[in-house]
């Protein structure tokens, strides 16, 4: 379960995806909390069933009740807040970003986590959605918190595979 089964659901083609999903719970810079949520909060965003599911069981052995809810809430977040504030950015009228969001966020205040680990799952799931102008903001706030460059690359490797472990199997389906 877990991990071994997302790498055996992969296609042949993909051996650098499976490779790679060892990252997931050894990076050199992470805490298991930290990567394992991260991990889970990019599931989510990633939306597909079968990476969600086995990451989400994986997860269950590294993050408490209160770290599953605030990944899962982490995506949640970001889905939200991603999209305005790349629709924004990408309108080219620097006005709307001066002007209030008005989208309530009540988690960032108590996510029942650190701080700083919520935020590293809220950048690995801007790398997912693409969203240049929350990724500068976490990237800030974690540098801000003392994360590292390295601690903040781990992340978006994480967020790199399971977006691509995601998208493969996806694609498999789809052609099956």
Known sequence: MGLDAIRAALPPYATDIELNLGSIGATATLTPVQSWGTALACAVAARNPVVLREIAADAAGHLTPEGLEAARAAAARMAMTNV????????????????????????????GVDKGDFKLWCLGVSAIFGCGVCLESHEKALRGRGFTREQVLDALRISAVVHAAAVTLDAEAALA
Do not use: E, F, K, N
Not at 97 to 111: E, G, S, Y
């Open 84 to 111: 305005y504030h790349r629709a924004t950015h990408l309108m080219g009228d620097g006005q709307y970003a001066a002007m209030p969001a008005r989208l309530r966020m009540r988690i960032v205040a108590r996510p």
